[in-house]
């Protein structure tokens, strides 16, 4: 099991930078921006800030899903042997790309809403009267995202947890009796 120290660590931060990162930009920078003087500054700030998270988000993508298929290949046996597991990895990695897809799809609304920041806005994901009807829908879609992303990143660090409940030895026992059955 040492062996998978290092996959499980990264497999973990980095699904913790997801929910982390995407959580404090729905909070914290998308807050701090709504708070600009100038409406044109508070899309145009918070665009630049999600811009300069986007390559620290897509290598943690990119750490998770290495680290998850050196996981999956060292609990090559466990998942052939025990049930559930594959049940549950695929669980994971559905939850997972959805997210990622999710998360994808919103650095393209975020793109189109820094377009379009000299028409100003309220916030981050709050138009204001006689925006352009494109600003207005990219900033609804993204305020329901910047929710539902988090959501997702949650939901994989949960699923991981649930596979380390699964590594337990009487869980281990009770999957391998009953996949033999």
Do not use: C
């Not at 597991?85 to 999710?102: E, H, P, S, W």
């Not at 699923?159 to 996949?179: C, D, I, S, T, Y």
Request: glycine share 12%.
């Amino acid at each position: 099991m040492a062996g998978n120290l290092f996959a499980r660590s990264v497999h973990d931060l980095s699904a913790a930078a997801w929910f982390g990162g995407s959580l404090m930009g729905a909070i914290g920078l998308n807050g701090a921006a709504a708070a600009a003087k100038d409406p044109a500054e508070r899309t145009r700030l918070s665009s630049l800030g999600w811009a300069k998270w986007a390559p620290v988000q897509a290598g943690a993508f990119a750490a998770h899903a290495l680290a998850g298929l050196a996981v999956i290949a060292g609990n090559k046996e466990r998942m052939t042997g025990q049930d559930g597991v594959v049940r549950l990895t695929v669980l994971k990695t559905a939850v997972t790309v959805l997210g990622a897809a999710a998360t994808l799809y919103a650095g393209i609304l975020g793109k189109k809403v820094s377009e379009l920041s000299d028409a100003g806005a309220e916030g981050a994901t709050e138009s204001r009267p006689g925006a352009p009807e494109e600003l207005k829908t990219a900033q609804n879609q993204l305020r329901v995202l910047q929710w539902s992303i988090p959501a997702f990143a949650a939901a994989v660090i949960v699923l991981g947890a649930q596979h380390g409940e699964m590594q337990r030895p009487g869980n281990v026992f009770q999957g391998l009796f009953k996949k033999r059955t």
